[in-house]
């Protein structure tokens, strides 16, 4: 089959360009070896995160390291195999958190997220999903002053240089907010511009529709090889040969092995994530999302229970599953709300694709013509697909992009290694 473009990954990134292409006139082709958002677009927490306008650096203080060193941490876990393995890349990833690389990088990272909401509301409107998009928020809760009084002072800094919105919710407000928490906690901030949805999936499967309705194609196969031949890209799949002129990679934690077969260095690794749902005890409620700050998880009301998502893993992708951080999370969980039972056998897990620099990687690839990369979008892919659609879709086309792609080219790794 031969179409103007292919877009290899049908998670939220793939399935956002696919939709930008289409609309712009392209004949596009869709190919995931699953059903749209599947796969880590679908077990994520489901947050349109207005707020997350500073990405997550490596800890690089001696107190969070060592809190975090006996590996028993709900929001962070790692298992040492994975940190040889991975070495280069979590090394870069360290030296690009320290403070003076760090604050270069939060205004470039900031740029793209600043334009998710609207960016998303411009496909879930056509898509006529917005009955899957809460607009109220989510809230991240304290249990101790300390930890209160300086993220108030961080969330005031996003307010005035990012123009995030926040409110300040001290415990008799949050009693309005969430009767049924059972813990005392000090209070609260809601983030009041960030959007929340009730099933990631299924918002990824509108946007495939949507696409659909605009003449696309979308191919269930595994892709198993790629070649430039004749001014044309192939992609071998398991249901047969695909080409086209254009081809985008958007193969989210598995970008790392296409990249090495098309001679790409990239600091890349994964940050592995398990959920798992549950039923809420009998005459309980939880109306907003609600993150255990100074713990680490995530409980999110979603049409399939209330979703509980852990912190980072750092592990190698396909490393067998290892659920101590979930059951952490959830006894955790469970002395801060009443959750009932599980509603799953097996819990999901996922992988976060992650750059050292902790930016995603969206433009055309430095060294091919006609390809054309859209990866790494670590904690927010889910925030920022339809961001990075239109961003790929005006590059492709030679227009002005909304937003200067510099930060997020290609070869930025090797030009600007000294510059760390
Ligand atoms: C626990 C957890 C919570 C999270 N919470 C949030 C959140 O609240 N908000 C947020 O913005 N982000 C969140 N994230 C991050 C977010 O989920 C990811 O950044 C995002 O889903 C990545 O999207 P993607 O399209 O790049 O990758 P994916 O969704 O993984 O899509 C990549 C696709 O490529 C396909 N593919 C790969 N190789 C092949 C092949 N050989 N042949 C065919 N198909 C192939 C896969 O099948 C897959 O469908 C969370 C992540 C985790 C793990």
């Known amino acids: 089959m031969t179409s103007d473009t292919l877009v290899l990954g049908a998670g939220m990134v793939g399935v956002s360009i696919a939709c930008h292409l289409q609309a712009r006139g392209r004949s596009v082709t869709l190919v995931d070896r699953r059903a749209p958002g599947r796969e880590t677009s679908f077990g994520n927490a489901g947050l349109i995160q207005r707020e997350a306008v500073q990405p997550h650096p490596f800890p690089r203080d001696l107190a969070n390291l060592w809190r975090v060193l006996p590996n028993k941490s709900i929001d962070v876990r790692y298992r040492a195999g994975a940190m040889f393995s991975e070495a280069n890349p979590l090394w870069q990833y360290w030296r690009y958190s320290a403070p003076r690389a760090f604050e270069r990088i939060v205004p470039e990272y900031a740029a793209l997220i600043m334009r998710c909401t609207a960016e998303h509301e411009a496909l879930f409107q056509p898509a006529g999903a917005s009955a899957l998009v809460r607009r109220d928020g989510w809230l991240q809760v304290f249990r101790t002053q300390t930890a209160f009084e300086q993220f108030l002072a961080k969330a005031e800094d996003f307010r005035t240089r990012f123009g995030v919105t926040y409110e300040r919710i001290d415990p008799p407000r949050l009693r309005e907010m969430e009767p049924d928490l059972s813990l005392e906690v000090v209070g609260a901030v809601h983030w009041t511009n960030a959007w929340s949805v009730i099933d990631p999936g299924g918002l990824v499967q509108a946007y495939a529709d949507y696409f659909r309705s605009l003449g696309g194609q979308v191919v269930q196969a595994e892709a198993t090889d790629i070649a430039r031949r004749a001014g044309q890209w192939h992609l071998e799949t398991a249901g047969g040969r695909l080409s086209a002129t254009d081809m985008v990679l958007a193969t989210g934690p598995w970008s790392p092995a296409w990249l090495a077969r098309l001679g790409y260095d990239m600091p890349m690794f994964v940050m592995r994530g398990y959920h798992m ?105 889910f925030t920022l697909g339809p961001a990075t659609g239109r961003l790929i879709g005006e590059m492709m086309d030679g227009e002005t992009p909304f937003i200067d792609p510099g930060p997020y080219a290609s070869d930025r790794f090797h030009a600007r290694e000294s510059a760390i």
Request: net charge neutral; aromatic share 8%; hydrophobic share 35%.
């Open 277 to 381: 749902h549950y039923d809420p005890a009998p005459g309980a409620t939880l109306h907003y999302g609600i993150m255990d700050a100074e713990k680490g998880y995530l409980l999110t009301p979603k049409s399939a229970g209330l979703r509980l998502t852990t912190g980072a893993e750092l592990n190698t992708i396909d490393a067998a599953p290892r659920l101590g951080q979930l059951e952490a999370a959830e006894a955790t969980a469970r002395q801060f709300f009443a959750l009932g039972e599980r509603r799953e056998q097996t819990p999901w897990k996922g992988a976060r694709p992650c750059l050292a620099d902790m930016k995603p990687v969206i433009g055309p690839a430095h060294r091919h013509e006609g390809l054309w990369f859209a990866f790494g979008h670590g904690h927010q892919g």
